[in-house]
């Protein structure tokens, strides 16, 4: 027995040892991670950067799955412009045909929507309205359709180009200039616009003197709608020729031009493109092989815009098909709806949220009877995705089916429901008014259960009374000893709120419009060692009547 015990102690000894160990060892893997996930500059691979040729002006799609640049790879070395897209990896580029990459184009005056499917550039082709217009084409399959322009008024008799559009394609930024050809412009302007209901545009307006100071060019809007990007050599602060300078829209006004000197040069720097996240700049510069090449640069954080997530999916019935609803997205904390819209005819969809929000979405149908889809999305943590995919099935429901209630919640350690609870508890309602054959039951499920004798932590906030029976032995007067029943109460102090919690739950249904025999409730509480494991989680299953 002592040579096992010891056995024991050594065994302990060497399991904490190991714990320890481990625990250094993941700490360093993930300061080494967040290092190089933070890396000042970071060079595209080299299936964009071909050491055989200059690559410049580049221009990523705000979710980084396309990007145009111009290259020196044309016939006997002339500049045309290149395209090349990723699911994971980026692909060959390859160059623009020449319906949408000719002579008469001002090359570096491109840009592409959010998704990278629709090219926007700058040419004096017909039909145009002034000297240089703004034209789009959309990418189908792998080919480019023929040019439109995108008319008046973002098109005059002047110059116009260089676009830039926010996300949702409702404002768009663009330089207007006496002069231009094929590689530059001058006496430049920046103007913006944005859409109206029907469609159009409204007239441009210029930017604020403080940007446009007679020579300012090639806006880029971020993916935050606040953020702009610009290049101008006549503000007082330049490195020497075109600079890269910085403006926020904030309270009304754009913010006083700040040079961006982390990428600014004695040479011109003016073409730039950043993704959604806003975290790199994307920039040319002489590379190792006496070659420009495409670098991203880690973006300060004093002047970092805000990222922006995409996120996408369908929303369709069970046969696959588009079924017809409603996509709303709310800030939680401000309770402001940030976006409405509905999926296009073959039942997809496409927003952006920005970072530093939780929101909830929902994709309610238009028939009542059919279920719903709700869900939050947290974009406050340091890192948040570039895309997220949400896919929606809407159908009738039926028993055994099961509809989550994330967007249900409780004040902490409390039994009282959330204000941020409402959208979800109507819901439910319209669902379960509209099957009155069904029972909707509530089910929380708490993992996390603690209890003690004494009130020794602060989410133990309900008691439990148990009697137990005992013998007691006693010695009478007469020195006789005898035994006897008692009846002992003894107090359990516990986490266990689930009971109430669906009790709440209930009555709120009932508060907006439910019926009372439409709804029933079960509760679980589960013990639970680790910290993130404890957590509550609340469903309906549905069940026949």
């Known amino acids: 027995m002592p040579e096992r015990r010891a056995g024991n102690s050594l065994f302990l000894m060497y399991t904490k040892i190991m714990k320890k160990f481990t625990l250094i060892l993941l700490l360093h893997c993930a300061v080494v991670s967040y290092s190089l996930a933070q890396a000042k500059t970071r060079r595209l691979p080299s299936i964009i950067n071909h050491p055989s040729f200059n690559l410049s002006a580049p221009y990523i799609s705000l979710d980084g799955n ?23 990896d980026w692909v060959q580029p390859v160059n623009l045909p020449k319906h949408v990459n000719h002579r008469i184009t001002f090359l570096p005056g491109y840009a592409l929507s959010a998704d990278g499917k629709k090219l926007f550039f700058t040419a004096a082709k017909s039909p145009i309205i002034g000297g240089y217009d703004i034209m789009t084409a959309d990418l189908k399959g792998t080919t480019w359709s023929e040019p439109q322009n995108l008319g008046v008024p973002i098109n005059s008799k002047t110059n116009d180009g260089a676009p830039s559009f926010t996300p949702d394609n409702s404002a768009i930024y663009f330089m207007r200039c006496d002069k231009m050809n094929q590689v530059l412009a001058s006496g430049c302007k920046i103007f913006s616009s944005k859409k ?64 961006m000197d982390f990428v600014n040069t004695e040479k011109d720097d003016q073409f730039v493109s950043v993704t959604a996240l806003g975290r790199y700049l994307i920039k040319d510069v002489p590379g190792s092989r006496k070659t420009t ?34 996509i709303a997205v709310t800030d939680i904390s401000t309770n402001k709806r940030v976006y409405s819209g509905r999926p296009n005819a073959e039942g997809n969809y496409m927003l952006y949220l920005m970072e530093g929000s939780r929101y909830e979405m929902s994709v309610d149908p238009e028939q009542s009877n059919m279920t719903y889809f709700s869900r939050q999305l947290d974009l406050t943590g340091e890192k948040i995705l570039q895309k997220e995919r949400v896919n929606v099935i809407l159908r009738a ?43 909707f039951e509530i089910q929380i499920t708490m993992t996390g259960y603690k209890e003690d004798s004494l009130r020794s932590d602060p989410d133990f906030t309900e008691l439990r009374m148990d009697s137990v029976i005992t013998q007691l032995a006693e010695v ?45 409730y079960k509760t679980i509480a589960i013990p639970a060692i680790l910290p993130d494991e404890r957590k509550v989680t609340v469903k309906a299953v549905v069940r026949q009547k």
């Open 476 to 520: 009478d007067s007469l020195g006789k000893l005898s035994k006897r029943d008692t009846i002992v109460v003894r107090k359990l102090y516990h986490n266990d709120r689930t009971a109430k919690q669906a009790q709440e739950v209930l009555n709120s249904l009932v508060q907006v419009g439910g019926d009372p025999a439409s709804f029933a």
């Open 196 to 259: 109206k209901p029907n469609g159009q545009w409204e007239e441009p307006v210029t930017l604020p003197a403080s940007i446009n100071t007679g020579n300012s060019q090639t806006p880029r809007i971020m993916a935050d709608g606040a953020t702009l990007i610009f290049s101008s050599d006549k503000i007082g602060m330049s490195k020497g020729g075109m600079d890269l300078y910085i403006t926020r829209f904030k309270d009304g006004n754009w913010t006083n031009p700040v040079p």
């Open 66 to 88: 396309a990007i145009l640049f111009i290259s020196d790879d044309g016939e006997d070395g002339s500049l045309v412009v290149s395209y090349s897209s990723r699911e994971t």
């Open 397 to 439: 429901p039926a028993a055994g089916d099961e509809l989550p209630l994330d967007l249900i919640q409780f004040k902490r350690g409390s039994t009282q429901v959330e204000p941020v609870s409402q959208s979800e508890l109507k819901r439910l309602v319209r669902i379960a008014n509209a099957n009155p054959s069904l029972l």
């Open 293 to 326: 090449e495409l670098v991203e640069f880690l973006i300060p954080n004093e002047i970092r815009p805000k990222g922006v997530m995409k996120v996408e999916g369908y929303v369709k019935g069970p046969d696959n098909t588009a079924v017809p609803a409603y």
